[in-house]
């Protein structure tokens, strides 16, 4: 019984391990991609995302800071992210 327990935590870290560091993997086409492609690909698939304008560039910030963390998105898919919904304030 103990070395099932083992067993299942060794899995359990091994996968929370791959799984947290493909967060900050940026490939190579998420790097090509405009924000406003990634903005589509990201925030629509999970929920009916606001569009640029909609928010005062801090208030993207907050967003951007959040939406990074909850939906794993890397830091520099969330930087052209934020630069797209900012662009309407401009």
């Given at each position: 019984?103990?070395?099932i327990f083992?067993?299942?935590?060794?899995?359990?870290?091994?996968?929370?391990?791959?799984?947290?560091?493909?967060?900050?993997?940026v490939?190579?086409?998420?790097?090509?991609?405009?924000?406003?492609?990634?903005?589509?690909?990201?925030?629509?698939?999970?929920?009916?995302?606001?569009?640029p304008g909609?928010?005062?560039?801090?208030?993207?910030?907050?967003?951007?800071?959040?939406?990074?963390?909850?939906?794993?998105?890397?830091?520099?898919?969330?930087?052209?992210?934020?630069?797209?919904?900012?662009?309407?304030?401009?």
């Amino acid at each position: 019984m103990k070395k099932i327990f083992i067993m299942i935590m060794l899995i359990l870290v091994t996968v929370i391990s791959i799984v947290s560091m493909s967060g900050c993997y940026v490939s190579k086409n998420a790097a090509s991609k405009s924000g406003a492609q990634l903005w589509a690909e990201n925030c629509n698939r999970c929920h009916n995302a606001p569009g640029p304008g909609e928010f005062s560039d801090a208030n993207w910030d907050i967003v951007g800071t959040h939406m990074q963390v909850r939906a794993n998105i890397s830091k520099t898919e969330i930087n052209k992210i934020m630069d797209f919904m900012k662009s309407a304030n401009n």
